[in-house]
């Protein structure tokens, strides 16, 4: 056992899923260290809430489409500092529009974020944990990653991808005990899902048998179950927290 501090790594910490998944590593026991890209003081803010509970964390402003100043990151906060013992792949944006009209640009930045960023922590932390023969990674997707969503070919093609990659590390890593899961969320009150129109969402309410939205929390808890001593012979697997959307 080393003396460094063992530490949870969740990118896109400072609101929504991110928050409370922070928030629930932190209660668990884990040193939290969060990115975020924007809003300093939103990250602040959830360090603020970690140490009130009693918890420790750390808040590093790091844009999750920079494979350069991830991989420097790495060397300057993780290497020989921390045991990394979890990392959470949670920063994700929207940038939603039908194909047919889809700017390439919005079709780049989804994909540089959601699936090219992931693959970069996933990388430089396969590293560290792989040294350390140990790990936990737990990547976000999304239920419309498994479904497919009009509007949404962009982040629905970057989702789905990190399915493949999810799969595809769990392979390459369990020799070194490392875990891969993915968490598929289905719809989670968020600011992401708070800008949707509200006939958008009560279609979206029609397709979920459990007839509500899903809270951050169920996503937390689920993150927390897959990091923890219980989860230590899964891998490689999607667990859908989507109240019955997908099955
Ligand atoms: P949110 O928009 O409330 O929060 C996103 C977080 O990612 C923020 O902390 C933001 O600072 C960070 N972020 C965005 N771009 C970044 C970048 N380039 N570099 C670093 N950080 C960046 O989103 P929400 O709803 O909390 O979503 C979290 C994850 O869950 C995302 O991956 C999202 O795709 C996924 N998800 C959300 C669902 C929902 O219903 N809210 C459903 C399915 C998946």
């Not at 990388?123 to 969503?149: F, H, L, W, Y």
């Not at 999810?166 to 899961?181: F, M």
Request: proline share 2%; aromatic share 6%; net charge neutral.
């Amino acid at each position: 056992m080393s003396d460094l501090p063992k530490v949870a790594l969740v990118t896109g910490g400072s609101r929504g899923i991110g928050r409370t998944v922070a928030e629930k590593l932190a209660a668990d026991g884990f040193e939290v260290y969060l990115t975020f890209v924007s809003r300093p003081e939103a990250a602040d803010e959830v360090v603020a809430s970690i140490e009130k509970a009693g918890g420790k964390a750390r808040a590093f402003q790091l844009d999750s489409a920079d494979r350069d100043a991830i991989a420097a990151f790495f060397k300057d906060e993780i290497k020989g500092k921390a045991d990394l013992e979890v990392l959470v792949n949670n920063a994700g944006i929207t940038r939603d529009g039908l194909m047919m009209r889809m700017k390439d640009e919005d079709w780049d930045k989804v994909i540089h974020v959601n699936l090219t960023g992931c693959f970069a922590f996933l990388k430089e932390a396969s590293k560290i944990m792989g040294k350390q023969r140990s790990g936990r990674i737990v990547n976000i997707t999304s239920v419309v990653g498994q479904m497919g969503n009009a509007g949404q070919a962009n982040y629905c093609a970057a989702k789905a991808g990190l399915i493949g990659l999810t799969k595809s590390a769990a392979r390459e890593l369990a020799g070194r005990n490392i875990t891969v899961n993915a968490v598929a969320p289905g719809f989670i009150e968020t600011d992401m899902t708070a800008e949707l129109p509200e006939k958008v969402v009560e279609a979206m309410l029609e397709q979920i048998p459990l007839k509500t939205l899903g809270q951050s929390g169920d996503i937390a808890a689920a993150v927390s179950f897959l990091a923890g001593p219980g989860a230590g012979y899964i891998t490689g697997q999607v667990l859908g927290v989507n109240g019955g959307m997908y099955m």
